[in-house]
């Protein structure tokens, strides 16, 4: 589950009273879309609906990672470190 720091996000999970599943604005390999012409420009008619939310400034990508029963592997790494998380989970404090 991604959880996005931008302000509009975080109204629009709180109004649906659940979380909200979604992926970057940009496709697999290509850089994030910072703006909304940016992402109307890389992603078209595919998506249905586009919110003005101002220039993004995340630096870095969101860490993606895959979980399974009893392991997990890091997909894409991003703001957080594959080695981040295994401190994380086994308890120690984060850098």
Same mark, same amino acid.
């Given at each position: 589950m991604r959880v996005s720091p931008h302000p509009i996000a975080h109204a629009l999970a709180a109004a649906f009273g659940k979380p909200i599943t979604a992926t970057s604005a940009n496709r697999a390999g290509e850089p994030t879309a910072k703006t909304l012409a940016a992402a109307r420009a890389a992603l078209g008619a595919k998506v249905k609906v586009y919110l003005e939310g101002g220039t993004l400034t995340a630096a870095a990508p969101s860490t993606v990672v895959e979980v399974r029963t009893d392991e997990?592997?890091?997909?894409?790494? $991003?703001?957080?470190? $594959?080695?981040? @998380?295994?401190?994380? @989970?086994? $308890?120690?404090? @984060?850098?």
């Open positions: 997990w592997r890091v997909l894409r790494e $991003g703001a957080v470190s $594959g080695r981040q @998380l295994t401190a994380a @989970l086994a $308890g120690e404090a @984060l850098e």
